[in-house]
Structures are given as structure tokens and as C-alpha cells.
């Protein structure tokens, strides 16, 4: 089965930091490009990263840059993203998803995502 | 940034009716070189995350039923249930995905 299931979320104070991961399974994950998605519930999706296949090349949203660090592990199937000076506005829901296959900026997969709460 | 502008913000439509969603970029997602718009259409319910139904602007992922189609081209896209059924309530949201960072619609809520 097709998978992704993220973890790592939690409560954290203005200018913590936190780690998520992302275990894939079910498909060649080091193949794969994949995206952080962030999303506070009830409100609208928020590109925030991706990484491509072999983790060498990365890009970020202008409000996480500097801050959060993309990053995967292909012997472990396992996608991470580093953030470091949290702030309120962080917190969300956060996605891993996979790029589509041929359209990489798409994302065809999608875990069940882990909450990132921010406050003191 | 590429804004992503969707239309309407909720609209409710009766069972077996025509859902029409609109989708409107602040610049053109349309790549010349290959004639394709860099644009999708994504599906999320209540407590699930987001599904992939189009990309390319009008090719649908595999298993989406074909109720469900994109058209538009450059700028202006259209997101078409064709006969709503009573498990496509959700709301929608539009992508683009012609340069970063890649940006999201508003979203669009259809209800019955």
C-alpha cells in the first residue's frame, strides 16, 4: 500500500525547535521528489518545501527560509523537515506529500499530516 | 509570487447538477515551450488530507471519475463536476505549479 505517514508534531514555544519525519512506503522513494504542505485547519494549503529525488537540490517559502531545512533519507525512505525559531504563525498542519510523476510540483500523495502547535 | 484567485467561495448544488468552479492566476501558468498550463485541481474532505484529481490543467489522475474535468488555458481555468454525487462534497482547491513558490487557491466549499 501506497503510504506516508508523518510525525514529530507537537507543542513548542515561540523560538523552539521541532523535527517532523515522513515514512514512505509502498512506492520507490528515492525516485521521488517530495513537499512539506502546511495547512491551519479550516483555513487554505501552504507550499512550504521540496526536496528532489537524491536531496540535492531544495527550495523554500519565503516564510520559512532560513528557518526550516528540508531534508531525506533514502536508505530510510524518510523525508524530514528541520524548524528552527518557530513562531505562532507556524503552526498548522503539517503534510508530506510526494511530486506527481512528471508533473513533480503536483502532489499525487499525501500523508495523514502532524500538528505543529506554537505557544507559550 | 503567482496569486491564485478561486470563484465562487462555497455554492451549493443539487444532487445530479453541474458544478462549475472557477480558477483565476495572476499571471500565466501557460509554458510555451510545451504548450502545457501549470495548473491542478485538488479535492479535500472533511479530517482527510487533499487529493490529486487534475493536472496539466485537464488530465485527470488515474481514478478520478470522469464527472470530474478541467479546461482553461493561461490564466482562467474551470474545475467541472459534471452531475454531483453526494461524495464529492469537499472543498476544492487550485494550483499552480508554473514557478515557485507553488500557491493554492482560496479553495471553493460545494455543498449539496
Redesign the interface.
Known amino acids: 500500500e501506497v503510504q506516508l505517514v508523518e510525525s514529530g508534531g507537537g507543542l513548542v514555544q515561540p523560538g523552539g525547535s521541532l523535527r517532523l519525519s515522513c515514512a514512505a512506503s509502498g512506492f520507490t522513494f528515492s525516485n521521488s521528489w517530495m513537499?512539506w504542505v502546511r495547512q491551519v485547519p479550516g483555513k487554505?494549503?501552504?507550499?512550504v518545501s521540496?526536496v528532489d529525488a537524491n536531496g540535492s537540490a531544495t527550495?523554500y517559502?519565503?516564510s520559512v527560509k532560513g528557518r526550516f531545512t528540508i531534508s531525506r533519507d533514502n536508505a530510510k525512505n524518510t523525508l524530514y523537515l528541520e524548524m528552527n525559531s518557530l513562531r505562532a504563525e507556524d503552526a498548522a498542519l503539517y503534510?508530506c506529500?510526494r511530486g506527481?510523476d512528471g508533473?513533480r510540483?503536483?502532489?499525487?500523495i499525501?500523508?495523514?499530516?502532524t500538528m505543529v502547535t506554537v505557544s507559550s | 509570487d503567482i496569486v491564485m484567485t478561486q470563484s465562487p467561495d462555497s455554492l451549493a448544488v443539487s444532487l445530479g447538477e453541474r458544478a462549475t468552479i472557477n480558477c483565476k492566476s495572476s499571471q500565466s501558468v501557460l509554458y510555451s515551450s510545451n504548450s502545457k498550463n501549470?495548473l491542478?485541481w485538488?479535492q479535500?474532505k472533511p479530517g482527510q488530507?487533499?487529493?490529486?484529481l487534475i493536472?496539466?490543467a485537464s488530465m485527470r489522475?488515474s481514478g478520478v471519475p470522469d464527472r470530474f474535468s478541467g479546461s482553461g488555458s493561461g490564466t482562467d481555468f474551470t474545475l467541472t463536476i459534471s452531475s454531483l454525487q453526494a461524495e464529492d462534497v469537499a472543498v476544492y482547491?487550485c494550483?499552480q505549479?508554473y514557478s515557485?513558490?507553488?500557491?493554492?487557491?482560496?479553495?471553493t466549499k460545494v455543498e449539496i
Not at chain 1, 510540483?105 to 499525487?108: M, R, V
Not at chain 1, 499525501?110 to 499530516?113: A, R, T, Y
Not at chain 2, 515557485?100 to 479553495?107: E, K, S, Y
Open positions: 513537499h487554505g494549503l501552504v507550499w521540496r527550495s517559502a519565503a503534510y506529500a506527481g508533473h510540483y503536483t502532489f499525487d499525501w500523508g495523514q499530516g | 501549470f491542478a485538488y479535500q488530507p487533499p487529493k490529486l493536472y496539466w489522475e482547491y494550483q505549479y515557485t513558490p507553488l500557491t493554492f487557491g482560496g479553495g
